[in-house]
C-alpha cells in the first residue's frame, strides 16, 4: 500500500513570497491533515479534512494560509505572503477517519529567507 | 487547552538496557493514545496505539496507560543504537471529529 505522498520536499523562498505544497492521501482515507512542524517541537495541527470538508482550522493562520481538498482526495496548502517564521517542516498526514490512527507523509521543509 | 507534556531529554541509556519514556496529559477526555518515532530529518512513525488501561505489548515495546493518574509510557526493551530518535506522545479524545494532540517529544540515546 502506497504511503502519503507530498512535494516539494524541500522549498526555499524569500519572505512576502507566495509557496504551495501538495500531498496525496493513503487511498481511502476520508481524514486529511496538515501539520506545521517547528524544530524541537511536537506538530502543531493547522487543518483537518474530513472528505472535501474543513473540520478544524482554528489554528491556520486564515490571513496568509489556505487550504483546500478538491474531490476529497489531494489536497494543497498555500501560504501567501511567507514570512520567517514559517520556516519549519509542512506534514501531511492520512486516516481512515478521525478516530483512527495517523500515518505521515515525508514532510516539505520551507526556508524563509 | 489541552496539554500534552513529555521531557525533552535526552534520555541516555546503553545498548540493551530499557528506555522509559513519560507522557502526561491534561484532557479526562483523551480516549486514545499514540507514541510516534521520528528520526531526525523524518516525518513520525506510528509504532504505538493503546486504548485501554494497563499494559499492550508489541515485540520490544510496551505501551502502559493509567487514566486515572493521565499517564502514559512507553517501554523499551533491549535497547539498540537504532532506537535513537525522538518519540512523540499524542492523545486525542476520539469523539466526532477530534484532533491528535501532540507533545514535543523525547529524544532518546542508546549509546553502543
Known amino acids: 500500500e502506497a504511503g502519503v505522498a507530498q512535494s516539494p520536499r524541500y522549498k526555499i523562498i524569500e519572505k512576502r513570497q507566495s509557496v504551495a505544497f501538495w500531498c496525496n492521501p493513503i487511498s481511502g482515507h476520508a481524514t486529511l491533515y496538515w501539520y506545521q512542524q517547528i524544530l524541537g517541537q511536537g506538530p502543531k495541527l493547522l487543518i483537518q479534512?474530513?472528505?472535501?470538508?474543513?473540520?478544524?482550522d482554528s489554528q491556520l493562520p486564515k490571513d496568509r494560509f489556505s487550504a483546500e481538498r478538491l474531490k476529497g482526495v489531494d489536497s494543497t496548502l498555500k501560504i501567501q505572503p511567507a514570512k520567517l517564521e514559517d520556516s519549519a517542516v509542512y506534514l501531511c498526514?492520512?486516516?481512515?477517519?478521525?478516530?483512527?490512527?495517523?500515518?505521515f507523509g515525508p514532510g516539505t521543509r520551507l526556508t524563509v529567507t | 487547552q489541552k496539554e500534552v507534556e513529555q521531557n525533552s531529554g535526552p534520555l541516555s541509556v546503553p545498548e540493551g538496557a530499557i528506555a522509559s519514556l513519560n507522557c502526561t496529559y491534561s484532557?479526562?477526555?483523551?480516549?486514545?493514545f499514540f507514541w510516534y518515532r521520528q528520526y531526525s530529518g523524518k516525518s513520525p512513525e506510528l509504532i504505538m496505539s493503546i486504548y485501554s488501561n494497563g499494559d499492550k505489548e508489541d515485540g520490544r515495546f510496551t505501551a502502559q496507560l493509567n487514566k486515572a493518574s493521565q499517564y502514559v509510557s512507553l517501554l523499551i526493551r533491549d535497547s539498540q543504537p537504532s532506537d535513537s530518535a525522538t518519540y512523540l506522545c499524542?492523545?486525542?479524545?476520539?469523539?466526532?471529529?477530534?484532533?491528535?494532540?501532540f507533545g514535543k517529544g523525547t529524544m532518546l540515546l542508546v549509546s553502543p
Open positions: 484532557d479526562r477526555g483523551s480516549q486514545s
Open positions: 479534512f474530513q472528505n472535501n470538508g474543513v473540520v478544524d
Open positions: 499524542a492523545v486525542t479524545r476520539n469523539s466526532g471529529y477530534s484532533t491528535l494532540t
Open positions: 498526514a492520512s486516516s481512515v477517519s478521525s478516530i483512527h490512527e495517523q500515518y
